[in-house]
């Protein structure tokens, strides 16, 4: 059974930081593309950050651009979001998502595989 499993949300200061991790399991993902999208109360689901399987670059939606850094662990595939400077918009489930297109991830469109979510809360 494939599992992407989150971990590392909780309640922070805006001004913080969080590192949120994905674990997969019962699936190689080595090549596949990996990221994460996130829903805030009452909004839609929407792209944070993605890297590349084939090439490791990485993408950003503009509201995370220079706070947020997408990595990867090469040998254990584990995914992680350095969330920085975080404010209360930020405030979100957070989803780890994988995929065999880097273009699933940043459409949102038919993406493979999907966490149950962790949620991050930034008080002001």
């Known amino acids: 059974q494939v599992q992407l499993v989150e971990s590392g949300g909780g309640l922070v200061q805006a001004g913080g930081s969080l590192r949120l991790s994905c674990v997969p399991s019962?699936?190689?993902?080595?090549?596949?593309?990996m990221g994460w999208f996130r829903q805030a109360p009452g909004k839609e689901r929407e792209f944070v950050a993605a890297t590349s399987g084939m090439t490791g670059a990485a993408y950003y939606a503009d509201s995370v651009k220079g706070r947020f850094t997408i990595s990867r662990d090469k040998v254990t595939d584990t995914v992680y979001l350095q969330m920085d400077s975080l404010k209360p918009e930020d405030t979100a489930v957070y989803y780890c998502v994988g995929d065999r297109a880097t273009r699933s991830l940043l459409d949102n469109n038919g993406i493979d595989y999907w966490g149950k979510g962790t949620l991050v809360t930034v008080s002001s």
């Open positions: 019962g699936h190689s993902f080595s090549t596949y593309a």
